[in-house]
């Protein structure tokens, strides 16, 4: 029986696409407002982006930088406490980014994106075009860059890899922007030339280290493996995301060679993968006891 395909580690600019898609946007509209995430947040599309200052009136939280200021630019900084109201203080709102996609579906009108004035956008004539700014000063009347034309190719492209992991194949389009080139949709195993996979299946990991074991004629391969339990070769797997199929395949080695005890003095010394050690730990408690 086929092992089953472990869940998707996302990009940030991922994370930020399925927390829209789960809000509601689709198509274009989706992509539209990944780009002004990627726009608000210099590109990092984190949901711990938090600007306080009193000069342009903001306090803006998150990825598409909601601010919860009332005053005008230069005065003291007050909450707006139907913002409060609505959508909880902002400590509500910050890091998670799925409260904050579900917060812009409201404040953007949902796919209508007829709220882009938030954004200091105009709403697009049509669902294709591409919203143009409405300013190019900020509140203290600073020239700025309100424009989304820069961020739209890779929100393109990750619009799409999200849509198409829910079934949904048809291409984002908007006049004049090509997605970015270099990335795949993801395909419906769980794996991505663009980006990194979790490896979730212990009986997949095993086997790949089992034929490694074999390539290198090591003697007794599938009992060394199989005596490290399944968490630990999952914990392995997992592991190879954060640091590198190479030091991976360097710890798989070693600990082919050398038998389990190794594993636990690499990963000790090296500071490879705390999560390994104490998958390593646990399963020999669980063993004594």
Do not use: C
């Not at 789960?22 to 990092?44: C, I, K, Q, Y």
């Amino acid at each position: 029986m086929p092992a089953t395909p472990g869940p998707i580690n996302l990009t940030p600019i991922q994370s930020a696409a399925e927390a829209l898609y789960n809000a509601g946007f689709r198509g274009n509209a989706l992509a539209v407002m990944l780009a002004v995430a990627g726009r608000e947040t210099g590109g990092s599309y984190s949901a711990n982006s938090l600007n306080i200052n009193q000069a342009t009136g903001d306090y803006s939280v998150g990825a598409w930088q909601i601010n919860y200021d009332k005053n005008s630019a230069g005065q003291p900084i007050q909450l707006d406490a139907s913002r409060v109201t609505q959508f909880g203080p902002p400590s509500t709102l910050l890091g998670n980014l799925q409260a904050q996609a579900n917060a812009v579906y409201k404040l953007v009108g949902g796919n209508s994106l007829s709220g882009l004035s938030n954004w200091a956008l105009q709403t697009p004539s049509s669902s294709s075009a591409v919203p143009q700014p409405t300013t190019t000063t900020d509140a203290a009347g600073s020239t700025v860059n309100y424009s989304i034309t820069k961020w739209l190719p890779e929100a393109m492209t990750a619009a799409d890899q999200i849509l198409a992991q829910h079934g949904i194949n048809t291409p984002t389009s908007l006049t004049g922007v090509e997605p970015a080139s270099g990335s795949s949709p993801l395909s419906s195993s769980g794996s991505d030339t663009g980006a990194t996979t979790t490896a979730t299946s212990a009986t997949g990991a095993m086997a790949v280290l089992i034929a490694y074991g074999n390539a290198l004629k090591i003697p007794s391969t599938g009992n060394i493996v199989k005596s490290l339990g399944a968490d630990v070769v999952r914990a392995l797997a997992v592991r190879a995301v954060t640091v590198g199929v190479g030091a991976v395949i360097f710890v798989f080695g070693m600990t082919l060679a050398f038998g389990p005890p190794i594993l636990q003095l690499i990963m000790d010394t090296t500071g490879l993968g705390k999560l390994v050690g104490v998958a390593t730990r646990n399963a020999s408690a669980e063993k004594e006891a």
